[in-house]
């Protein structure tokens, strides 16, 4: 049950957190928002780190999976904004929102196999997410949405081909990255392996950006926009928090599920504060994912 009580938490501070980068990004470029959010989360929590005096283990597995999550992450991301650049929100985010499915996977594969009704209760989150995502205005990622705009390319077979594969490895990498900051947070604890990837993370996309000569200038932006690059930093790096504290549990894959149907509170204040419709089909998610949600909370109990 707590490993649910934790994928509810980790899904409102990621959509919380999504919904002021949808506002941000729109400003000042997706790219620079998740710079900015990166190093919010890596400035706090080193401060907080240095200030109880967290001692930094270096065992060599968790080490990996340390350094694995933060680059995976920064991959991850930057190759759903390529995608959407490219195509259709329509055809790139159900593909994104479809990685709990890996999750799922390896903890087959580690044994931790789920019986029928938690098996048709992920099944239900998982198509709920993809129906959500489907008719989304705007991206739903853990790093916040892209401006709202169409594609500048033709569709073409081989602009489609891109647009699939560029989704595809966004979902697949990004489904690493949540395995391997999980792995890690059992290793060690959540705090040292959020510290630690978000720190990889951040510097490997400054990097990157910085080889693409990009002006990473978000310090210099005007209070408004500094605020809430900060609360998006500080809602971002919470919710993986409980997405890590999830992974100590007995089913860290219940905790990643549910911790992916963030889009649907990205949608709801989307709707709420911006007076945006929800869609039929979008409706259609909510209540299997609600659904979903209550059947594990009902197992685990």
């Given at each position: 049950?707590?490993?649910v009580?934790?994928?509810?938490?980790?899904?409102?501070?990621?959509?919380?957190?999504?919904?002021?980068?949808?506002?941000?990004?729109?400003?000042?470029?997706?790219?620079?928002?998740?710079?900015?959010?990166?190093?919010?989360?890596?400035?706090?929590?080193?401060?907080?780190?240095?200030?109880?005096?967290?001692?930094i283990?270096?065992?060599?597995?968790?080490?990996?999976?340390?350094?694995?999550?933060?680059?995976?992450?920064?991959?991850?991301?930057l190759?759903?904004?390529?995608?959407?650049?490219?195509?259709?929100?329509?055809?790139?985010?159900?593909?994104v929102?479809?990685?709990?499915?890996?999750v799922?996977?390896?903890?087959?594969?580690?044994?931790?196999?789920?019986?029928?009704?938690?098996?048709?209760?992920?099944?239900?989150?998982?198509?709920?997410?993809?129906?959500?995502?489907?008719?989304?205005?705007?991206?739903?990622?853990?790093?916040?949405?892209a401006?709202?705009?169409?594609?500048?390319?033709?569709?073409?077979?081989?602009?489609?081909?891109?647009?699939?594969?560029?989704?595809?490895?966004?979902?697949?990498?990004?489904?690493?990255?949540?395995?391997?900051g999980?792995?890690?947070?059992?290793?060690?604890?959540?705090?040292?392996?959020?510290?630690?990837?978000?720190t990889?993370?951040?510097?490997?996309?400054?990097?990157?950006?910085?080889?693409?000569?990009?002006?990473?200038?978000?310090?210099?932006l005007?209070?408004?926009?500094?605020?809430?690059?900060?609360?998006?930093g500080?809602l971002?790096?919470?919710?993986?928090?409980?997405?890590?504290?999830?992974?100590?549990?007995?089913?860290?894959?219940?905790?990643?599920?549910?911790?992916?149907?963030?889009?649907v509170?990205?949608?709801?204040?989307?709707?709420?504060?911006?007076?945006?419709?929800?869609?039929?089909?979008?409706?259609?998610?909510?209540?299997?994912?609600?659904?979903?949600?209550?059947?594990?909370?009902?197992?685990?109990a």
């Amino acid at each position: 049950m707590i490993a649910v009580f934790f994928g509810v938490g980790s899904a409102i501070s990621l959509g919380i957190a999504d919904y002021l980068a949808n506002r941000n990004s729109v400003r000042i470029g997706a790219d620079r928002t998740l710079c900015g959010m990166l190093a919010v989360g890596t400035v706090g929590l080193s401060l907080l780190g240095i200030a109880t005096g967290t001692s930094i283990p270096l065992e060599p597995v968790a080490v990996a999976y340390v350094l694995i999550h933060g680059v995976c992450l920064a991959l991850a991301l930057l190759t759903f904004f390529a995608a959407l650049a490219r195509g259709p929100v329509s055809v790139v985010a159900p593909i994104v929102g479809a990685h709990p499915v890996i999750v799922v996977a390896f903890a087959v594969v580690s044994g931790r196999t789920p019986d029928l009704a938690e098996s048709a209760a992920i099944a239900a989150i998982i198509v709920g997410v993809v129906l959500i995502g489907a008719v989304t205005p705007g991206p739903q990622t853990e790093s916040g949405p892209a401006p709202k705009q169409r594609s500048v390319l033709p569709p073409t077979p081989r602009v489609t081909g891109s647009i699939l594969v560029l989704a595809g490895f966004a979902s697949v990498v990004y489904a690493i990255a949540v395995i391997t900051g999980q792995e890690a947070s059992a290793r060690t604890d959540g705090f040292v392996a959020l510290w630690m990837g978000r720190t990889v993370g951040f510097l490997f996309l400054l990097a990157l950006l910085l080889l693409r000569r990009r002006d990473v200038y978000f310090w210099r932006l005007p209070a408004q926009r500094q605020g809430i690059i900060v609360a998006h930093g500080f809602l971002d790096t919470f919710g993986f928090f409980l997405l890590f504290a999830g992974g100590m549990t007995r089913n860290p894959e219940f905790t990643a599920v549910i911790s992916s149907t963030f889009s649907v509170v990205t949608v709801i204040l989307a709707c709420v504060l911006l007076g945006e419709r929800m869609a039929r089909l979008q409706i259609f998610g909510l209540v299997l994912i609600v659904s979903g949600v209550a059947m594990l909370g009902y197992a685990g109990a």
